[in-house]
């Protein structure tokens, strides 16, 4: 549906907000950045990302390369 990632991943505070601030709203979002971006935002490192691509997954989608 159109609930965000970050809300089904029960993103809140920092983590959350670096990820809106990036205009990276939805798992689709995701596509159009690398994953090496994603883990430069701050509050984002390993587990963040395994569960960002864990949802991406789900998708069909991938970081970009």
Known sequence: GSTSYTSRMS???PRAA????????RAADLSRV?????????????DAI??????MVMKGIRFRT
């Open 50 to 55: 395994r569960k960002l691509e864990a949802a």
């Open 34 to 46: 690398t994953r090496e971006k994603v883990l430069g935002l701050h509050g984002i490192g390993p």
């Open 11 to 13: 993103y809140r505070g």
């Open 18 to 25: 670096r990820l809106v601030q990036a205009n990276l709203l």
